[in-house]
DNA sequence: TCAATAAAATACTTTTTTGTCTTTTATTAT
DNA sequence: ATAATAAAAGACAAAAAAGTATTTTATTGA
């Protein structure tokens, strides 16, 4: 569905928003953990969310990556978008360039459905939830 | 979605089927061509599906790939799990492990209503249904 | 029988994805 | 000021996916 730099994109996400609740930034270190990921790998994709705004981070001791009000306001839809493209919302199931509502492919109407019930619920599913979320959830975003 | 292999495994078996209408077998070139796949590619993919017993072949003058009544019962599911496995009709949609209906990542039950819907999809179309259209379709298939 | 045909098997190359490591830059607290 | 800290940047390595080419085996029709 997502490639693996997504899948860990959206946790660790998820993870800074949760840990987001009391205003501390937190670690690659500590979210490497916290997600059960390669550190240095999600190292780099944070800060590749964090270049195309998605995320906030701050140099130096006591630094560290957070979300601010704004950036809660992201929905899984924005980061799947930022690392995987839009191949998943707007892409053809088999794959065709050309595929379209004119010229559809033998599975096109029946997958129509499908992506559009995906689009709305990646889109409806904001990470600010996740920042109301007990602590206790955390633990479910590991292994 | 799928992987590139899998898009044009599922192509190629729709195309086969609809060729089979006239029990003409059809040759990997001919199928290249039809689904606008690399011809060398293609054939290791349908190679495996012969393995594998969800398409037939035959060597030599005249031969070719077909599909017989039986074969024509495949669903979309069997090819994407024959070539894809099944990760993504029961994988975490964050790619967890463990994940789970007692121990459900944060998206969990979300994904799981969408997962079952494709499931759905994918199992309920079979290659016949592709078999009874007409040539003209044929063309969506390509691009 | 034998030349032609077409899939099967297999080896190989390229590209993309995933993952690791080192160096640089910004920031803080002493 | 400066030592410590942590992200940014960028180079590098390994593994997987995608794609290509060659050789072998089975089958047919002349």
Redesign the interface.
């Known amino acids: ?2 490639s ?1 730099t997504c ?2 994109g ?2 660790a996400m ?1 993870y800074i928003a949760q840990q987001s609740k009391n205003n501390v930034k937190v670690g690659v270190k500590d979210i490497a953990a916290g997600i059960n990921s390669p550190e240095y790998f999600i190292a780099k994709i944070l800060q590749e969310l964090t270049r195309k705004g998605l995320l906030l981070s701050f140099k130096g001791p006591t630094g560290g990556f957070y979300l601010d009000e704004k950036a809660l306001q992201c929905s ?1 839809a924005d980061i799947v978008k930022a690392i995987d493209g839009d ?2 919302f707007s ?1 053809c ?7 379209s509502e004119t ?5 096109h109407h ?2 129509k ?2 992506r559009e ?2 689009s709305r ?1 990646l889109t409806n ?1 904001k990470l600010d939830e ?1 920042h109301e ?1 007990l602590a206790k ?1 955390i633990g ?4």
């Open positions: 569905m997502f693996k899948e860990y959206i946790r998820i899984i191949k998943i892409g199931g088999l794959g065709l360039d050309y595929c010229k559809p492919c033998p599975i029946e997958f459905k499908i019930d995906m619920m599913t996740f979320k959830d479910f975003l590991k292994r």
